[in-house]
Nanobody, 128 residues
Framework: QVQLVESGGGLVQAGGSLRLSCAASGRTFSRYAMGWFRQAPGKEREFVAASSWSGGSTYYADSVKGRFTISRDNAKNTVYLQMDSLKPEDTAVYYC?????????????????????WGQGTQVTVSS
């Protein structure tokens, strides 16, 4: 198993930036593809960004492409989400997720049900 703890959320004005962190513990971090999802009140959980085990392959939702960047530091067992040019519609609880990979082929996952492990979430609020 792997345990995930997010941090870095908060209140920011539109146009500002935040960096979320997700610290993992319990198993070899490099055996996991990682993802970020978000859920706004009254809405379904939606995909934000995903990373392969090395960070060499990444994928983004169209709504955040060019503004958000996912990265990871396997030596620190941490995945990050750098969020720039934030908009009020980015307001949500952000969750990181982990899924053990079957091989080192560079896989990543974009559907919430493809992930087995989740953090508790961190609130991001963007004011207009």
């Amino acid at each position: 198993q792997v345990q995930l703890v997010e941090s870095g959320g908060g209140l920011v004005q539109a146009g500002g930036s935040l960096r979320l962190s997700c610290a993992a513990s319990g198993r070899t971090f490099s055996r996991y593809a990682m993802g970020w999802f978000r859920q706004a009140p009254g809405k379904e959980r939606e995909f934000v960004a995903a990373s392969s085990w090395s960070g060499g392959s990444t994928y983004y939702a169209d709504s955040v492409k060019g503004r958000f960047t996912i990265s990871r530091d396997n030596a620190k067992n941490t995945v990050y989400l750098q969020m720039d040019s934030l908009k009020p519609e980015d307001t949500a609880v952000y969750y990181c997720a982990a899924q053990e990979i079957p091989d080192y082929s560079g896989s990543y996952y974009v559907r919430w049900y493809e992930y087995s492990y989740w953090g508790q979430g961190t609130q991001v609020t963007v004011s207009s």
